[in-house]
């Protein structure tokens, strides 16, 4: 809805990182495995905005790390804003995986709009309902 009311363009972007625990394929073949799922499914949403109005291009890259790839692709393009989806992690499972959102926002100088993957656990002090006015 953002970007429909500025009539500016999507850029959507998956960044996939290796997968140390691959053994039984080459790198090449799992990069080209991954970008290919990557695609695949960045070209829906670019289908679904498509069918809105909304001009939509998408780019995967592969092996370098997510955060700094966000951070690198918002000042390539000069975005006005990054979105991201985060699972919303916390204690143990955040120490365990990080938290590319967080390493955008703190290194980034793009502004950042977060928003719960669908299926993430919500905290118990999530409230529901509650607004965001963005003024441009």
């Known amino acids: 809805a953002l970007a429909e009311r500025l009539s500016t363009e999507v850029v959507l972007f998956q960044s996939v990182p290796k997968d140390d625990r691959s053994e039984d394929v080459t790198w090449v073949e799992l990069e080209k495995l991954a970008k ?78 977060l928003v719960r993957a669908p299926g993430a656990d919500m905290p118990r002090s999530t409230s529901y309902g509650s607004r965001c006015t963005v003024s441009y």
């Open 36 to 113: 290919r799922s990557a695609k695949i499914y960045l070209r829906k949403v670019e289908g679904t905005l498509a069918s809105k109005g909304i001009a939509a291009r998408s780019e995967v890259e592969f092996g370098g790390n997510p955060a700094q790839e966000i951070i690198h692709l918002a000042e390539r393009t000069r975005s006005a804003v990054v979105a991201m989806s985060t699972h919303g992690r916390t204690g143990v499972d955040r120490l365990m995986f990080g938290s590319v959102a967080e390493k955008v926002l703190r290194a980034g100088t793009t502004p950042l709009f």
